[in-house]
């Protein structure tokens, strides 16, 4: 059964915008902190932008400013809107709960042009 699916990644010109979306299984997404995490070539895994079960978020001082991560719990989805995308942006991005974890999705790709 799948259990976090990853949409949204596209390519992208320096400054521009996009909004990725992750479909979340009831058991990691309710009543859990979810995250946004990116892994760019050669790099780890980073926690980008977190948002508490009741809507609290946290950034990373990398995105703080342009990216926005939101949730909608009718859905079991969390989404995080990107603005004045950076090549320094580009990165396979994945979501996933923080206190409560699911196996790792296929994540979705952004990439922005400079």
């Known amino acids: 059964q799948v259990q976090l699916v990853e949409s949204g990644g596209g390519l992208v010109q320096a400054g521009g915008s996009l909004r990725l979306s992750c479909a979340a299984s009831?058991?990691?997404?309710?009543?859990?902190?979810m995250g946004w995490y990116r892994q760019a070539p050669g790099k780890q895994r980073e926690l980008v932008a977190r948002?508490?079960?009741?809507?609290?978020?946290n950034y990373a001082d990398s995105v703080k400013g342009r990216f926005t991560i939101s949730r909608d719990n009718a859905k079991n989805t969390v989404y995080l809107q990107m603005n004045s995308l950076k090549p320094e942006d580009t990165a396979v991005y994945y979501c996933?709960?923080?206190?409560?974890?699911?196996?790792w999705g296929q994540g979705t790709q952004v990439t922005v042009s400079s």
């Open positions: 996933n709960g923080l206190v409560r974890m699911g196996p």
């Open positions: 009831e058991s990691i997404f309710s009543y859990n902190a």
């Open positions: 948002i508490s079960s009741a809507g609290s978020t």
